[in-house]
């Protein structure tokens, strides 16, 4: 790859259609190359010279069956050279359209890969600026690349002047030659990938590296610590993700390890009122008259303000498992007035004249925090309203590969290889969210994982084509249950 990595940084044009042949012919074959010899029929080079200096020149891998001249069509990697610095590197769609490649730049995988690809080398490389841009969606080749990522980069305005509608990923590179490498094989082995050539053995394990390395930015990792911080700086928090990614036990383990245990766990549910929550009449048992009476009763969030306010040193944790099984605009009313995590003092008039210590007032203590957790999942429940997300800092809880490979038996993990394979080439980014977590593939015996496969994920997944939920992708679902099933037979 050094000649390619030469092309790349030599800031010259000369000659360009003859080095860039040499460049990428020493990427296939062993002992040196990344890529097998009978890789070279899956892309043509186009490198046409521009030595009159008209048009933006270009070094593109595209697709064979495309002509030797003129537009091509399709998927590309393709090498943008610009006088005197290091070339613009990145994912072309050729200016003839999306054919040959339709299937492979409509499917939510390859978007879904480009744009974990730089947001990776953003977050490794960028050192707080922009190295990398990915547009949302490749295959919307009538949408020009935006205003404000063409005057980030505009020392190559030629070229996005040209070709900022079909350019869908980009790199670019600076003086450090091993940054370029990383960016260049990330992009290379996914279009190779793409085609059906994974690299050499000699490089296999480098590009697992390189995979996993932007696959973590797919699904980034969130730690207790990330939500101790966070709870201590916003106060009120929502945990979100799919099924069995440890949101409730992560909830948990704040609550004993951070917080000593002192707060308390509720759990919402469809009938949770503001009167269960907030406060409100409730009948309580007299001896006089009938034998009942209504009486203002304190909710869940009037108890928790008054056991926080008794120790205003020490955090107090409301933990609300399933928050969003209620309507959380109802449950909450107008004591969503009070949710304002950078802005202490607010005072809520009741309805009621309550018990001490609230009387007729209700303050949220600024030593209060709410953690609830919420199952992206559950398509039955009630959508949080843009008002309560105001209120709350969300984090994302995804399925974890390392939890996997740590707890679970080889069987789990080909098991949760394969099924995060689906949802990440084919779910769009709604359904993904329904990606099963690392914890039904977490047994260590192979007898137990198989029967933990066949009663634990096989009706989860059964639901989730019952409900229609996953109908983009059914038949590789159906496959891939079918692949459970012959594990046992």
């Given amino acids: 790859m050094q000649k390619l990595l030469d092309l790349i940084h030599s800031g010259q044009q000369n000659n360009w259609s003859e080095r860039s042949r040499e460049a990428v012919t020493e990427l296939f074959g062993s002992p040196g190359g990344r890529y097998a ?17 008209s048009g933006v020149p270009f070094a593109a891998l595209i697709d064979p069956s495309n002509p030797d001249s003129g537009a091509y069509g399709g998927m590309s990697f393709v090498i943008f050279p610009v006088a005197d610095r290091a070339a613009l590197i990145g994912m072309v769609i050729g200016t003839q359209g999306l054919s040959p490649d339709e299937e492979i730049l409509g499917r939510p995988g390859h978007g879904r890969k480009i744009r974990a690809i730089c947001s990776w080398l953003n977050s490794k490389y960028g050192q707080g600026k922009m190295v990398a841009w990915a547009k949302q969606d490749p295959a919307r080749i009538d949408l020009d690349m935006p205003g404000k990522i063409k005057t980030i980069f505009s020392e190559f305005k030629a070229v996005f002047k040209k070709y900022g509608k079909v350019i869908y990923g980009f790199y670019v590179p600076d003086e450090d030659r091993q940054k370029t490498e990383e960016a260049v094989k990330a992009f290379l082995d996914l279009m190779f990938l793409e085609r059906g050539y994974s690299p050499l053995a000699g490089a296999e394990k480098d590009a697992k590296k390189i995979q996993a390395a932007y696959y973590a930015h797919m699904f980034p990792a969130v730690i207790n610590n990330d939500v101790a911080d966070l709870l201590a700086e916003r106060k009120y928090i929502i945990l979100q993700g799919p099924p069995g990614t440890g949101k409730t036990r992560m909830a948990l383990e704040l609550l004993r390890d951070t917080y000593q245990d002192n707060g308390q766990v509720i759990q919402f549910h469809p009938n949770t009122t503001y009167e269960n929550f907030v406060g409100g009449l409730a009948p309580v048992h007299t001896e006089e008259g009938l034998g009942l009476q209504f009486k203002p009763k304190p909710g869940f969030l009037m108890e928790a303000a008054a056991a926080a306010a008794k120790n205003p040193n020490a955090p ?37 004249e309550y018990d001490k210590p609230h009387g007729s007032t209700l303050k949220l203590p600024p030593n209060l925090h709410i953690l609830g957790t919420m199952n992206s999942s559950d398509r039955s429940i009630a959508i949080v309203d843009i008002a309560v997300r105001r209120r709350f800092a969300f984090l994302k809880l995804w399925p974890q590969i390392s939890v996997v490979k740590t707890y679970g038996h080889e069987l789990m993990l080909e098991a949760f290889q394969g099924l995060l394979d689906i949802f990440v080439e084919y779910a769009d980014d709604e359904a993904l969210e329904l990606l099963p977590g690392h914890s039904y593939f977490l047994e260590k015996e192979q007898q137990k994982a198989l029967k933990s496969l066949q009663v634990h994920l096989a009706p989860l997944l059964e639901e989730y084509l019952k409900q229609g939920y996953v109908a983009a992708f059914a038949d590789s679902l159906q496959a891939y249950l079918q692949w459970l099933e012959s594990l046992t037979t």
């Fill in 37 to 53: 010899e009978r890789a070279k029929q899956a892309f043509n080079l186009r490198a046409p010279d521009f030595s009159s200096g």
């Fill in 316 to 352: 107090y944790l409301l933990l609300i498992d399933e928050i969003n099984r209620a309507d959380l605009a109802k449950v909450l009313g107008e004591a969503i007035f009070l949710l304002e995590p950078f802005e202490t003092g607010r005072t809520l008039n009741l309805a009621y």
